[in-house]
């Protein structure tokens, strides 16, 4: 029997329970390639003798998840489950588990660095200088800025708190929030009245390019889109649109529909990018994997596979 840790990175300092498996004759694998696994790769360090799987982004498939004869139990180092087939996970009885706090304030606070990137202009005037340009850059203050939050969950919340803190002005759109501390409005009324927009929702077929050329044509004439969230969230190819049209400013971007990213918007200044690390926060990170390695040895337990 054995436990993968299929994650990019994990520290197995963190894994406090590794006794426990160790006693009970479960042996523990590390993803060997340092970097996100294709389907290919997962199905062949899963085995067939593998009964708890400590999970990253990569692709757990159908397909993936009925190679896996011995898996039952499978606890993603984060947030979102939308890697998972969940369906497929139910009807072949395999617990899936997430940890969806500890990400929260890394998250808001990379979103924050993004939003101020945009506004003051940072990765254009660094680019600018290695290339021997010294010139400063125009940039606006947050302060005056109304900034719109697609999705007020865990996330949402903690970065309408930050952004309240450097008096930016908040309005958010999410029908299952019933009652909020701002304005709480349709999408299509956020995008006009945003400056900046924000996403923080998970990706589901329901969210699939919920920001598209119809709402980014909404937007301001100069304003900007962060994405911190999914990939999947945003139109790419309307996006690209928008700014190469200059109706858009700016966007920021820490995840795409295909990973790792190789698309035009990498060639435009106007996009700052980053490489799907909005849970990289050291403390944060450590807390994930405690998390994540505490509830899959509770699980394996209670399904009576850890004696």
């Not at 790769?41 to 400590?54: A, E, F, R, S």
């Not at 849970?279 to 004696?307: F, G, P, W």
Request: aromatic content about 4%; hydrophobic content about 45%; proline content about 2%.
């Amino acid at each position: 029997m054995q436990v993968l840790i299929s994650t990019s990175s994990f520290n197995l300092d963190n894994f406090a329970q590794l006794s426990d498996l160790k006693k009970a004759g479960v042996e523990v694998k590390l993803n060997p390639f340092a970097a996100r696994l294709t389907e290919e790769q997962v199905i062949d360090l899963l085995g067939t003798d593998t009964i708890g799987l400590i999970a990253g982004l990569e692709p757990l498939t159908q397909n993936v998840l009925k190679s896996a004869k011995s898996l039952k139990v499978i606890a993603r180092v984060g947030t979102g489950l939308d890697s998972v087939d969940l369906v497929a996970a139910k009807e072949l009885g395999i617990t899936v588990l997430n940890t969806p706090d500890a990400p929260t304030k890394a998250v808001a606070e990379l979103t924050i660095a993004h939003i101020l990137g945009l506004l003051r202009n940072v990765s254009q005037a660094d680019r600018q200088v290695r290339v021997g340009v010294w010139k400063g850059l125009m940039g606006s203050l947050l302060e005056t800025k109304t900034v719109g939050i697609v999705g007020f969950g865990r996330i949402g919340k903690r970065v309408a708190t930050l952004l309240s803190a450097f008096g930016a002005s908040v309005i958010i759109s999410d029908a299952q929030v019933e009652q909020s501390d701002y304005p709480n409005i349709e999408l299509d009324e956020l995008c006009i009245k945003s400056d900046i927009l924000s996403l923080h929702l998970p990706y589901n077929e329901a969210t699939h390019h919920i920001i598209n050329e119809k709402n980014l044509n909404l937007m301001k004439k100069g304003s900007y889109i962060v994405n911190i969230s999914r990939g999947g969230l945003v139109d790419e190819t309307a996006l690209l649109a928008a700014l190469k049209s200059g109706h858009l400013a700016g966007a920021a971007l820490d995840c795409f529909e295909q990973e790792p990213y190789e698309g035009e918007l990498r060639n435009l200044e106007t996009v700052q990018i980053t490489a799907h690390m909005g849970s990289y926060a050291r403390e944060t990170r450590d807390l994930m994997e405690q998390e994540a390695s505490r509830l899959l040895v509770n699980a394996l337990h209670e399904k009576n596979l850890l004696k």
